[in-house]
């Protein structure tokens, strides 16, 4: 069983920047390939970023390409999202995801069907 706990959303001009963190206990967070999704109000959970276990590989959706980097630390258990040039159209709830591979995956890995385990969710807000 692995938690995970989101930090860092909030009230940001457009323009601005935002880094949202995810700390993971339990499991070994080694094992997992994590994710980011975000979901706006009235539309569906949507892919943000993956990036795999040892930072050897990341996807991103199109719509954030160039703008945000997925990023993690092992040696603290942690997943980054650095949120760059944010536009009112990124407003939503954020999520981070783990993908424990010793499941069934459920889906494709821009599918949060795929992902096992979720944080809480944090609300990022972007002002016009």
């Known amino acids: 069983q692995v938690q995970l706990v989101e930090s860092g959303g909030g009230v940001v001009q457009a323009g601005g920047s935002l880094r949202l963190s995810c700390a993971a206990s339990?499991?070994?967070?080694?094992?997992?390939?994590m994710g980011w999704f975000r979901q706006a109000p009235g539309k569906e959970r949507e892919f943000v970023a993956r990036?795999?276990?040892?930072?050897?590989?990341?996807i991103y959706a199109d719509s954030v390409k160039g703008r945000f980097t997925i990023s993690r630390d092992n040696a603290k258990n942690t997943v980054y999202l650095q949120m760059n040039s944010l536009k009112p159209e990124d407003t939503a709830v954020y999520y981070c995801?783990?993908?424990?591979?010793?499941?069934?995956?459920?889906?494709?890995?821009?599918?949060?069907?795929?992902?096992?385990?979720w944080g809480q969710g944090t609300q990022v807000t972007v002002s016009s």
């Open positions: 990036i795999s276990q040892w930072s050897l590989g990341t």
């Open positions: 339990g499991g070994t967070f080694t094992d997992y390939p």
């Open positions: 995801a783990a993908d424990d591979p010793s499941t069934v995956a459920g889906g494709v890995p821009r599918s949060p069907l795929k992902y096992d385990y």
